[in-house]
């Protein structure tokens, strides 16, 4: 119950900050914050490199391994296709 | 001390995704905030991977680095290779990996506890089910927005009778299977009951928005995936995800609201109400039009902006289609080098996702300070002498401020029907998205152009530049 709560402490906060941060980002930038954002999701990649690292039984590390694949499609996609995007407002 | 180590990379990660988004704020520092989100997920990567057991070499952990090879090439081909204008169709689709990948995470985690012989506690398995439903219905919703905007499927809102009732019906099962599985850890195979469900609800969730509203649907399905990475964090214990996933959830909920803030609807009514379903007939068509309609040459066009002082250029997503980004500069740097002032107007509903729109005019070197949002543009076309509409329709329907009883009723347009002449280049007299006519069109000081975008801008160029 203990940890729950900080979990759900550590939640609120950052949502607070979350709307905080962005609601500062213009609307020229709202794709790249999209795309941006989307690539941050892809964080659960921490957990699929676990699951996919603890090899307790087959099935666990072949769900791992899809999910490494599929968050790292996620994130890597995701920055590169925001970097492309920010270079076009940058260059005058 | 490695773990503390290790957190202590995560926090390092948890502040760089904070400067990620707060370096966004300005297009000056957004290459860089960006590069210190991508080092963050190093960070955490790295950190991650020193908690493995690599004493056995990396031979018996090789699906480690086959994964996020895999992932990384495909990952970068996709976004190396995609056109501006496809932009939100791989959004979408990175959105749905990343809910896929957040369940199977869940999923791992869920028959590890059991294979160790452990049952999962009441956390574990309200998160996991949180993670399941979330992350499934992300992918699959993403799967069918991918479709909708790729056009693999009719962007039309697909009703069918009982719709409602079914979802409510799917959500349900997928809570109670939920509820089972907290009371009941042991039966693993409720979760991929669940997760059955809850991806059928994807699909049946977002097969009935139309089109028009996918810009809504790709940041509710961008919250979604955030809020599946922060359920993750909640079954791992690990605040780094829950810190992310809330970011993106934040953001993802602020754009939802800005986009139907942009369009006067309620979530509700976007989510559920099938707008564009009904085609409208073409009797009130020709009261609108029928006899009025002014069609004018290049050349005559190029007559009114030669003596024009300011010109709003307003694109929609017509423009994209047509490629006439690049012809549109063409013709904004030709009258700037005549003296005329040019800016451009942009709709935050202009193209398929916030602010696509302005990435499209970014692409063709259309400095971004000339382009100004809706709320600032607006007042200064009663000083405007031409407005130029090109491939818009809908968010420049001055029905929006008259009629109650339009589909469009108290949407905020672009007031473009308040300068002096009106210049709408369009294909026909087709309605937009919400399948209505625009008396813009028929305005004393309209001017249309009937042509292609990309042909009539060029042609236009060159007439003005015959004009003098």
């Not at chain 1, 921490?46 to 769900?63: E, F, H, M, P, R």
């Not at chain 1, 968050?71 to 296709?81: E, H, M, P, R, S």
């Not at chain 2, 979330?134 to 009982?162: D, N």
């Amino acid at each position: 119950m203990e940890a729950l709560a900080m979990a759900l402490t550590v939640l609120v906060l950052a949502m607070f900050v979350g709307f905080e941060v962005i609601t500062k980002v213009p609307p020229t930038l709202h794709t790249p914050l999209t795309s941006g954002s989307n690539a941050v999701s892809g964080i659960t990649l921490v957990g699929a490199l676990l699951s996919a690292g603890l090899q307790l039984t087959t099935l666990t590390t072949v769900l791992g391994f899809l999910a490494v694949v599929f968050a790292t499609i996620n994130v890597v996609g995701g920055f590169l296709v925001t970097h492309r995007m920010l270079r076009m407002f940058r260059k005058k | 001390m490695r773990l503390a180590l290790v957190n202590l990379a995560y926090l390092l990660a948890s502040v760089l995704f904070i400067l990620t988004f707060k370096g966004l704020a300005h297009p000056r520092t957004a290459v860089r905030a960006n590069l210190m989100g991508s080092v963050g997920m190093l960070v955490a990567v790295i950190a991650t991977l020193t908690l493995l057991d690599w004493s056995q070499g990396v031979g018996r952990l090789w699906v480690i680095p086959a994964g996020l090879g895999v992932g990384s090439v495909v990952g970068a081909l996709l976004a190396l290779r995609i056109r501006m204008t496809a932009v939100p169709q791989m959004v979408a689709l990175l959105n749905g990996f990343g809910g896929a990948a957040s369940t199977l995470v869940a999923g791992a985690a869920l028959l590890e506890e059991l294979a160790q012989g452990r049952l999962p506690d009441a956390q574990l398995a309200v998160a996991t089910v949180a993670a399941a439903i979330i992350g499934a219905v992300t992918f699959w919703g993403s799967l069918v927005a991918f479709g909708k905007l790729e056009e693999l499927i009719h962007g039309r809102p697909l009703l069918f009778a009982g719709q409602h009732v079914l979802n409510a019906g799917l959500l349900g099962l997928a809570l109670l299977l939920g509820a089972a599985l907290g009371l009941a850890p042991g039966a693993a195979w409720t979760f991929w009951v669940i997760v059955a469900a809850a991806s059928v609800l994807g699909v049946t969730l977002v097969l009935p928005i139309g089109g028009a509203d996918m810009p809504v649907v790709i940041c509710l399905l961008n919250s979604y995936s955030g809020l599946a990475a922060c359920a993750t964090g909640f079954v791992l214990q690990n605040n780094m995800l829950i810190v992310a996933g809330s970011l993106v959830g934040a953001s993802g909920l602020i754009l939802t609201g800005i986009m139907c803030r942009a369009m006067n609807r309620s979530l509700a009514n976007v989510v559920f109400g099938g707008v564009g379903a009904e085609v409208v007939t073409g009797a009130a068509a020709d009261q609108v039009y029928g006899g009025r309609v002014k069609s004018a040459s290049a050349e005559e066009i190029a007559i009114v902006l030669e003596t024009a002082r300011r010109v709003v250029i307003v694109p929609g997503y017509g423009m994209a289609v047509s490629q006439a980004q690049h012809a549109v500069r063409d013709l904004a740097r030709l009258l700037e080098s005549r003296g005329t002032e040019v800016e451009f107007g942009v709709h935050p509903v202009a193209g398929r996702m916030p602010g696509h729109m302005n990435v499209l005019l970014a692409e063709a070197d259309i400095p971004y300070d000339k382009v100004r949002e809706m709320a600032e543009v607006n007042p200064s076309f009663a000083q405007t002498d031409v407005a130029i509409v090109i491939g818009a329709n809908d968010v420049v329907n001055p029905v929006a401020r008259t009629d109650p009883k339009s589909p469009i009723a108290g949407m905020p347009i672009l007031d473009v029907d308040k300068a002096k002449t009106v210049v709408v280049i369009k294909r026909s007299l087709s309605p937009g998205f919400a399948g209505i006519p625009n008396p813009l069109f028929a305005a004393d000081n309209t001017l249309m152009y009937f042509a292609d975008g990309k042909k009539a801008v060029l042609d236009l160029v060159d007439a003005l530049k015959r004009v003098g």
